[in-house]
């Protein structure tokens, strides 16, 4: 059967992993301990949304002054037998969530989510790369933005936080509110709409 | 054999291409800048006081966050705090930020313990060029009403005995200002002064803090022999409240608070200005708390053959002064540089304002008002030369081509004899390298007396000056009253909590408004005659 394990016995193998590692939590977070092990994390998450810092920090900032008002409600943090970390990492899905709905907040107060341009990051330039390299990628990768902010959000906010944010299917299912099986036929819709919406940049390995 | 969507869901995706090829292409789409240290800060705040306050389950909820903004907005917290704490210790205030870092759990616990004490000893001493002088020393009540506060300034190597120049001593609600060297008393009783350790003056000095600064805590270090746990307070742009002009422009402030951690209070601080390139200390004020007031600092009873005015007099000064200089403007001259008085407005506050022009491209000047009487100073800029109304000098004002400055000669000193003497104002170019004490020996010097200008721009310049400064306090009454302070000052409620019922807090800002407002009126009714002369 492992080679077609039904998202059932997926979900009922990650309670199991889930449960076994609720035997071995770490103590409950501080609020310090929890922006400095996060913070970051949100950052990028709501930068990535936002597209420019200044907004990106209040977000941010928000995200955690609700997460200190509730930190009866953060999930334990589990560990492995050895104290490390494991992948899959509730508090981070915790503090995504309560991020993307201050997200929300924020643009339902601006009422402008397609007017939103990136802040220009300065790039790390190689020195193998010509300038028309370097304008050729950013050029790709405002595309690529573009691409996925004309897909449907729920597919851009899937494919962001498997891809960009880094989550495992299973926060990204947290974080969603959905199963893990539908956040991965999710992530399949989303892939398959990336690439029609994009034309060549997601067809390398096809 | 896995299928590609079982290994998506496993989270295996290490050896997937087509997750490699997202992965990859999405990172570097979305690249993200590194955690600003500000905003690090701006988190570690919000958790220390989330920790604060989860440890201390009666302190209130937390306000909710503003947004960033200018970051020389975000002064009314810890400034304020440290304001809170020291002012209402009667240490120095220095401010306090505007949004939650004002909330710092440590500034809480200051706040706090500063609203239990029960008296203060002050004592400021002044480090200008290398000496030590003894500025201010002070004592303290909380007894609202009753007994207030008592100060002495003077100079004195430090620690050592020292002569008194000047005693302030508010009591039972009339402030006396006795001058040792005039040997003479202004008594005012027109004026609600509250214990200086009330929240109603706290209050007060939150307010008259630009809003705009920040506040760190440092690492904990051993102050004067005692460990000690450290704020730094960071003013961006201010003017530090020393001798006159002592700074021609705003300058950078940073102010060291060290906190006894036995108690919460603050024992001491250091302010340094950023002046030439360099750090430079400015002030130190330290303080001890809870001490028996020695009785004998209360004793309105002043030595020597004394004088009593009332605030009449400083009416008949404001007359005074707009009479004897409504007749034209003057230039000063001085070497290659002059200055323009273009009116002058007395108060019956006792402040001056002095408004000046300049031709572009000209260094500030110090701005000193002196009376001739007496050949002592009685005006002091507290550092307040310059731009004062910048609004009017973009919008109103550009006389002859040269641009107006305001400077503010806030009443501070002793009132003594006007009748007859009259008064110049200095103006000094060029470098300025101490204090009044210092007899400061300026590049340039020249001195003008009296000067309206017929133009109809003048009235202007006085009415909405004026008004502006009448609205200015209304609108702190009001913001006061209505509850809008809330939403701009997180910390403000727990600089509230205690002494007084709301109306009673509001009681000086409505005085001060109602005042400057008949001011206000008091100029339109004195321009006609002013433009007959």
Known sequence: ?206 | MISKKDNNVADTNSENPTETLFERVLSESYVVPPVSSAHRNRLAQLATEADFRSSHPQAKPQASITSRRNPLTNWLTASVLVATAFVGVGIYVIFAPRKASASDALILRVTSAAAKVKTAHILEWRPFNGTQEVYREAWYSAEVGKTGAWCKKGYAPYKGPYTVSYTNLWKNGIAYYYSATAKTVQIDNTQYFPSLLSASDRLQRLYEADLSGRVRILPEAMVEGKRAKRLLIELPNSRPDTEPAFYHESVPLRAIVAVDPKTDLPFRTETEAYHNGQWKLVWVEEAQYNLPIPTEHFDHRFPGSQKVYSVDAQKRFSQQMRATMAKSYRVAKAGRFHATLRYLIGTELGDVYVLYSLPKGSPLPKVLLRDQTTRTWHYMGGGRVGRIVPELEQRWIQPDGERLYTAWFRNNEPMTDREGGGWKIHFHFGEVGGGMSDKVSPVWETSVSGAVPPDDFSREIVWESAEEIASACRNRAEAFRDGRWKADIGLLRIALTGELPVKQRAIFWDSEATRIERTAAELRKSLPSNRAQ
């Not at chain 1, 913070?39 to 990028?44: D, K, L, N, R, S």
């Not at chain 1, 107060?109 to 990051?121: A, T």
């Not at chain 1, 899937?158 to 991965?184: K, P, Q």
């Open chain 1, 1 to 206: 059967m492992n080679n077609s394990l039904t998202a059932n016995s997926l979900r009922t193998a990650l309670k199991g992993i889930f449960q076994s590692h609720t035997q071995n939590l770490s103590p409950t977070l501080s609020a310090r301990a929890l922006a400095e092990q996060y913070g970051e994390v949100v950052f990028a998450y709501t930068f990535r949304r936002i597209g420019h810092r200044e907004g990106a920090e209040d977000v941010s900032a928000e995200c955690f002054i609700a997460a200190f008002q509730n930190l009866r409600s953060c999930p334990p943090r589990p560990t492995d037998s050895t104290n490390n970390l494991i992948s899959h990492d509730p508090i981070r899905a915790w503090l995504l969530g309560i991020a993307r709905r201050k997200l929300a907040d924020y643009w339902r107060k601006r009422k402008r989510h397609s007017e939103v341009s990136w802040e220009g990051i300065p790039e790390r330039v190689s020195s193998d790369c010509t300038p028309e390299q370097i304008a050729l990628r950013a050029e790709t990768q405002a595309k690529i933005r573009e691409t996925l902010d004309r897909l449907n959000p729920d597919y851009r906010e899937a494919l962001l936080l498997r891809y960009a944010d880094g989550c495992s299917v299973s926060e990204v299912a947290l974080i969603l509110g959905r199963s893990v099986s539908a956040t991965d036929s999710l992530l399949q819709r989303a892939r398959a709409a990336a690439r029609i919406a994009s034309g060549d940049y997601f067809s390398e390995f096809e």
